[in-house]
């Protein structure tokens, strides 16, 4: 496979990883300078309301005294994915999505 073909694969996995990362940011950013100062917020009242919270861990607080190594897992599972995304082993561009 020639490294124009790797690349062309990979630019759409990188903008895609870049882009839920930045949405994350922003997210967050709004979140403690909002949201931290008062702790919780209705939106529609008594229906849904936005609380603050911080999670260490995973999904709902899992390892949460583990996340040197929780780091260490999704930084090799991201790196896993951008090398099957390059040798082309997601086909249909529904899995090149949801990767």
Known sequence: MKLKEIFKRLVPVFIG??????????????????LKPVGNAPVLN???????????????GMFSE???????F?????AFLYILSAIG???????????
């Open 17 to 34: 990883t870049v882009s839920v990362a930045a949405v994350s940011e922003v997210i967050r950013f709004f979140a403690v300078t909002f």
């Open 89 to 99: 082993f997601f086909e249909t561009k529904a899995q090149r999505i949801i990767v």
């Open 74 to 78: 999704t930084a090799l599972l991201i």
């Open 46 to 60: 008594g229906i849904f309301q936005l609380n603050y919270h911080i999670n260490t861990g995973a999904s709902f």
């Open 66 to 72: 583990h996340t040197a190594a929780l780091s260490v």
